[in-house]
C-alpha cells in the first residue's frame, strides 16, 4: 500500500513582513546548541537570511524584547537545519521584528523530515515573541518554512488539506487568503485537494439566501498610507468548488450534493433565527 504524505497548508495574507526565529536552541537531555553552532543546508528566501541583526544592521527586537540569538527572514522563507539525530527537542521563540512597526501577519511551521511537527497561531506585529517547543527525537533533517511558501512543495505532496472558515451550499470554501492559489498549483500538478471541517462550518444562512460576508482588515496593517495607492487588505477569500476534491467531516466524505442535503436536514434549526433577523 502506497504510503500517503500529506501536506497541511495553514494560509494567511503575507505582506511585508520579517518573521524571527529567535533563541533557537536544538535540545538534548538538559543540554542545548544554539542555532549558530549549526549550519543551515538550505535557505530559500526573498532577502538573505540574517544572524542576530535585522536589515537595518539594529538587534532584533519583538515587542520590546530584546534578543541577541536569532534568525531573521523575510516571508516567504524555508530555512532547512541538519541536526542529525543528535537531539530531542526544536525550542525557540517566534515573532515579527519591531522594524516592522507593528505591520504584518503570518503562520510559522516545523518540519522534521517531511512532516509536520508544529504550525503556529497567526503570529501579527506588535505581539509579544511566541514560544515554541517541539519534539524531532530522530529527525535528521528540520525544515522551518513560512506559509507563503507552500506553493513550492506542492509537487512533493500526495494530497492537499486545508481547514474552512465555512463551507457554502455550493460546495465552495470561506478560508484565509491564499487557499485559492493553493488550490489551483494542487490542480495543476493533479493533486487531490480536500477541505477538512466539522459540519458545525456549514453556512446554512447561505443556504437559506443569505450574502457571504469576507472579513477585511485596516489597510495601516499592509503599509502606511500611499499617494494615490488603494491599499486592501483582505483575509479571506472563496475557494470554489471546482478546485475542492471534497470536504471531510465527522460524518465522512462530501460532495456538494452531500452538503446541500445536510443543510437541509440543519435548516429548522437556523430558518427561525433568520427569518426573525429578516
Not at 495543476?188 to 462550518?201: A, G, N, W
Not at 450574502?211 to 502606511?224: A, G, W, Y
Amino acid at each position: 500500500m502506497k504510503k500517503t504524505k500529506a501536506f497541511f497548508c495553514f494560509v494567511v495574507a503575507i505582506f511585508t513582513i520579517i518573521i524571527l526565529f529567535l533563541l533557537v536552541f536544538f535540545v538534548r537531555n538538559q543540554d542545548g546548541v544554539k542555532i549558530s553552532g549549526l549550519r543551515a543546508s538550505k535557505a530559500d528566501a526573498p532577502y538573505s537570511v540574517r544572524i542576530n541583526w535585522n536589515y537595518d544592521n539594529k538587534p532584533l527586537a519583538v515587542r520590546g524584547e530584546y534578543f541577541e540569538e536569532a534568525i531573521l527572514a523575510h516571508a516567504p522563507s524555508t530555512i532547512v537545519l541538519n541536526p542529525g539525530h543528535k537531539f530531542s527537542y526544536f525550542k525557540a521563540k517566534i515573532g515579527i521584528d519591531d522594524g516592522t512597526q507593528g505591520r504584518g501577519a503570518v503562520r510559522f511551521g516545523v518540519y522534521a523530515d517531511g512532516r509536520l511537527v508544529f504550525v503556529s497561531k497567526v503570529v501579527r506585529g506588535g505581539e509579544p515573541a511566541m514560544p515554541v517547543l517541539v519534539d524531532i527525537a530522530k529527525a535528521k533533517e528540520v525544515l522551518l518554512v513560512v506559509d507563503g511558501a507552500a506553493g513550492m512543495y506542492v509537487t512533493a505532496a500526495d494530497i492537499c488539506l486545508i481547514g474552512a472558515d465555512s463551507v457554502q451550499f455550493d460546495g465552495s470554501a470561506v478560508n484565509k487568503v491564499g487557499s485559492k492559489l493553493l488550490g489551483y498549483a494542487a490542480r495543476d500538478q493533479d493533486i487531490p485537494f480536500y477541505v477538512l471541517c466539522d459540519t458545525s462550518k456549514f453556512n446554512v444562512l447561505n443556504y437559506l439566501g443569505a450574502s457571504i460576508e469576507l472579513e477585511e482588515k485596516t489597510p495601516d496593517e499592509v503599509s502606511e498610507p500611499l499617494r494615490n495607492v488603494a491599499i486592501k487588505n483582505p483575509y479571506f477569500e472563496i475557494v470554489p468548488p471546482e478546485l475542492i476534491t471534497g470536504v471531510i467531516t465527522e460524518e465522512g466524505f462530501m460532495e456538494p450534493l452531500d452538503i446541500r442535503q445536510k443543510m437541509e436536514s440543519m435548516r429548522k434549526y437556523v430558518e427561525p433565527l433568520y427569518t426573525a433577523e429578516k
